[in-house]
């Protein structure tokens, strides 16, 4: 008898422990449009979150379809949050943003630190740049591709969300109302939360200013769609929720 309780307590002990360790898996792909195009291209993000340990990486990634594609030379952005879950608040650790075109790279990269309240940014920039030479006695040109590449570090001002965590924040209902800082915002741009899932935008020194709706999912933690409204010249932007997938892993 003391036996099976003893096997039967290990049993539960050790669930309890592999559920402890399980990491949660999101993965949602939006359509992506601007009213006076129609549909442009898609973003994914893809969300994982450990249990135990209390730490979160999610990622989005936008690409174009289309003329937009031909346009803007076939550019992609790519968005990394990682960091840790705090009483549900996400604090961002590092966040990198990855914007690429067919010759050209630009990586950045912010570390938090919270003790000393800074931010240190590091700034990769990688451009080909192609070099005809004629060689007289063959009559013949040869093309070389040289990557330049040149990395710019500093120390920026310090703030508690990237453009990712503050998603997430809001999601988890850890959103303040009113002005919210985050990095890799433009000088004098600004961001307000008004509440009820809106925000205000403003750019260009205020001259261009926006709204931002977002529509739940009732069975989702992401939105279900989130509408720009007003962008100067361009009308309506906007995500539309295509797919969407969980599981979870040891």
Do not use: W
């Not at 990682?82 to 790279?105: C, H, M, Q, W």
């Amino acid at each position: 008898m003391v036996k099976c309780l003893m096997k039967y307590l290990l049993l539960i002990l050790s669930l309890k422990l592999s559920l402890l360790a399980l990491t949660s898996i999101k993965e949602v792909k939006y359509e992506s449009g601007i009213s006076i195009y129609g549909q442009i291209g898609y973003v994914e993000l893809k969300l994982e979150e450990n249990i135990d340990k209390k730490t979160y990486k999610i990622q989005a990634t936008t690409t174009s379809i289309g003329l937009v594609k031909f346009l803007s030379s076939n550019r992609t952005d790519t968005f990394i949050s990682e960091g840790n879950i705090k009483d549900g608040v996400y604090l961002p650790l590092k966040f990198t943003r990855i914007t690429s075109k067919a010759d050209y790279k630009r990586t950045r990269i912010y570390i938090f630190n919270y003790d000393k309240k800074t931010i240190f940014k590091t700034e990769i920039t990688d451009s080909s740049q192609i070099t005809n030479t004629f060689n007289p006695i063959s009559m013949t040109f040869t093309e070389e591709e040289k990557i330049l590449s040149e990395k710019k570090t500093e120390n920026i001002d310090f703030a508690t969300n990237d453009f990712l965590s503050l998603y997430l924040n809001l999601i988890s209902k850890k959103l303040l109302y009113g002005k919210i800082p985050y990095v890799d915002m433009k000088e004098k741009d600004k961001l307000l939360y008004l509440g009820e899932n809106s925000f205000e935008v403003h750019k260009n020194h205020g001259k261009d200013k926006y709204s931002v709706l977002m529509v739940p999912d009732e069975k989702s933690m992401f939105f279900k769609q989130v509408t720009s409204v007003g962008i100067a010249f361009y009308g309506d932007a906007y995500i539309k929720k295509i797919s969407e997938i969980s599981k979870t892993i040891n």
